[in-house]
């Protein structure tokens, strides 16, 4: 868990420092600091971070692109490039920082062109895959209740189940009036089309989980998912007309009185760390992804965050072991000491703390990495597309037509994808056991 934190807060911590290369202030001291060889500009033009951004975000992104392909075929702790992972954190930060001081080194055309074309294709992959594993969430919620109350007649499980639901769908009915009085007035087409399109979708999906047909091949399909996947992209709704630009007259909170900057300031840091939140998740279920096929992962512990991810058989392995090597040991086949080396061989990760991955890894390292990866090209593509290059203030994250969409988009692919898990068991029943 302690490595995951880690890595997150390095994601974070390059977010914010990538985010205050937009400001002019910034990018002087970084000239300065290099004795003006380091000169910030795009094309002759002062660009007020774009090239900075890419630079920063670039360099951290190689970190974990050569992290991915060390780590590649590390099954448990017991081969020696596991320590590159969970160790080593005083030299891998020295190669990171090594990492962003020779990006400065490297001509600024070759940003512009990562910026726009390679950053921006791995920015869309991170956003499909953080929506494929919401709706891997929603099910994975869904049938986690209901297996509780289908185990144990629980109550509680039944009452949290339909709580959460009613909860989740009133949650999406309040944003979507909230949006229709303050952010769809008349001559707002495009807040208006946005609004009305995740109201339709949201009652879609719901009327396709509790399809009769739907039920027949997929009796654990529901509302419960329907209530998760719709206010989700809800959200992600309201997030985006929120957060639009004001020159059609359409954003009320932009024009607002009161700490603008104060504003800008918190919604950039919670963005950022949902970022970093969400790569964490996204880069430890593997499971959602198919790794599983291929690789042996520990179950990932209460002590872990009760992720339940994925379970497998060494556990109950050591379990027998134990139990035989006791077994020998009341016999006098076996010295007593015997269970002393199996306990060390447990628990020990030689640094003297308990090493839980000497049977398995809890998720893929190289997988954990790529996906980090692609968060990297995310924030940077988020940080830059649209970028008000005559701002001279605090930068706002997201707050472009751009960053707007992308949201809008995002929330109609999640219900396709929602859709799709739902219709694919009637359209393809041999495929699913059916």
């Not at 050569?66 to 020295?94: C, E, T, Y």
């Amino acid at each position: 868990m302690a490595t995951r934190i880690a890595y997150a807060f390095l994601l974070l911590l390059n977010s914010i420092i990538s985010w205050l290369m937009l400001t002019p202030w910034a990018l002087k001291k970084l000239e300065h600091l290099t004795l003006d060889y380091v000169n910030i500009s795009c094309q002759g033009k002062q660009c007020y971070g774009y090239v900075a951004v890419q630079r920063v975000n670039f360099a951290l992104g190689l970190f974990h692109f050569l992290l991915a392909i060390l780590l590649l075929g590390v099954k448990s702790s017991r081969d020696g490039r596991a320590s590159l992972q969970n160790g080593f954190w005083g030299p891998k930060v020295i190669v990171w920082l090594a990492l962003v001081v020779m990006t400065f080194f490297i001509p600024e055309t070759f940003f512009q062109v990562w910026g726009q074309y390679i950053a921006l294709v791995g920015a869309m992959l991170f956003v499909l895959l953080g929506l494929i594993l919401l709706v891997d969430l929603a099910h994975t919620w869904a049938e986690y209740c209901l297996e509780k109350i289908e185990n144990n007649d629980s109550r509680g499980w039944r009452v949290l189940l339909i709580g959460s639901t009613l909860g989740m769908f009133t949650a999406s009915f309040a944003m979507t009036i909230i949006m229709y009085i303050f952010f769809a007035k008349s001559g707002c087409a495009m807040n208006q089309a946005a609004i009305t399109t995740n109201l339709i979708a949201l009652l879609i999906i719901s009327t396709i989980s509790v399809h009769p047909t739907v039920q027949e091949y997929n009796p654990k399909a529901g509302l419960a998912q329907a209530a998760m996947v719709a206010v989700y992209c809800t959200y992600l709704t309201m997030s985006a007309v929120s957060m639009e630009p004001d020159d059609q007259q359409c954003n009320p909170l932009i024009r607002a009185r009161g700490t603008r900057t104060t504003s800008i300031i918190l919604g950039a840091i919670v963005t950022m760390l949902t970022i970093a939140y969400t790569t964490t998740r996204a880069a430890t279920q593997g499971i959602a992804l198919g790794s599983a096929s291929s690789h042996a992962y520990s179950k990932i512990g209460d002590e872990e965050g009760e992720h339940d991810l994925v379970d497998q058989q060494p556990s109950s392995r050591r379990e027998m072991r134990a139990e035989a090597l006791r077994a020998a040991v009341e016999a006098g086949s076996l010295p007593a000491n015997a269970l002393d080396d199996d306990s060390d061989d447990e628990s020990e990760d030689g640094r003297g703390g308990k090493d839980d991955e000497r049977g398995g890894t809890q998720y893929n390292y190289s997988l954990f990495h790529t996906i980090f990866l692609l968060a990297t090209m995310w924030v940077a593509t988020l940080l830059t597309q649209n970028i008000d290059f005559e701002s001279t203030g605090v930068a706002a994250v997201g707050r472009t037509y751009w960053a707007s969409w992308v949201k809008i988009v995002s929330a109609w692919v999640c219900y396709l994808i929602y859709s799709w898990s739902l219709l694919a068991p009637v359209l393809m029943p041999g495929r699913f056991g059916h």
